[in-house]
């Protein structure tokens, strides 16, 4: 209940000078998502798979079902992060650097996009590789305290991250969607099945 209306009591009844709660004006200002929302809502739009985990041990069960669903637990994977493969070393995961020989791509990200739902990536995961090169299949492990609003404020955290050496092959991925807007960051890129391990580190 509004101030005015405990103040000075309800208006009258009469149906045409109501104005109804959930009206808002055109010229309101929208009311904005917190940025985690906003990412989730893209990043499903655009056709993702998001697994949103507490802690270490729901990252691993939800990698899990992830290989059983999809039967990828013996088979190869394309991984160039030691510290990735380390961190789920539980799995004995047959990595190879070779696309052709692998079922899936297991990878970090630079930052989560919340404005299209897009990942920001670079060469510290993709190495010098162009998207089209990779399995179709993307499992991403990423953290909450990689979203940023927009690409530009991702791209001024990975200067800000690598300044003795900033990354090459900087693109974003937007699975399902082909860039149809011409985003120079986008130029290229290819559907991909995509996966989301998203860890709460905030």
């Not at 009311?31 to 809502?41: A, G, K, V, W, Y």
């Not at 669903?69 to 190879?96: A, P, Y």
């Not at 993709?126 to 791209?155: C, H, W």
Request: hydrophobic residues 30%; glycine residues 4%; contains cysteine.
């Amino acid at each position: 209940m509004s101030l005015f209306r405990k103040i000075f009591g309800p208006k009258s009844d009469d149906s045409h000078e109501r104005i109804k709660s959930d009206e808002r004006s055109k010229y309101m200002p929208e009311i904005s998502l917190p940025i985690d929302e906003r990412f989730t809502i893209n990043f499903k739009g655009n056709g993702g798979k998001f697994l949103y985990c507490e802690n270490h041990q729901e990252v691993l069960e939800n990698y899990m079902n992830i290989l059983e669903e999809n039967d990828w637990k013996d088979k190869m994977v394309v991984c160039f992060d030691d510290r990735l493969i380390e961190k789920f070393s539980d799995f004995n995961l047959k990595t190879t650097k070779r696309s052709s020989e692998a079922d899936y791509f297991f990878t970090t990200c630079e930052y989560l996009v919340a404005n299209d739902g897009s990942l920001l990536i670079s060469s510290n995961q993709i190495a010098e590789k162009k998207l089209r090169d990779l399995p179709i299949n993307f499992v991403i492990y990423a953290t909450t305290s990689q979203f940023v609003e927009s690409i530009s404020e991702g791209l001024r955290g990975i200067k800000d991250k690598n300044r003795n050496k900033i990354p090459t092959n900087i693109t974003t991925i937007k699975h399902f969607k082909t860039s149809d807007d011409g985003d120079f960051l986008s130029y290229g890129s290819s559907t991909k099945n995509l996966y989301l391990l998203l860890l709460e580190d905030l």
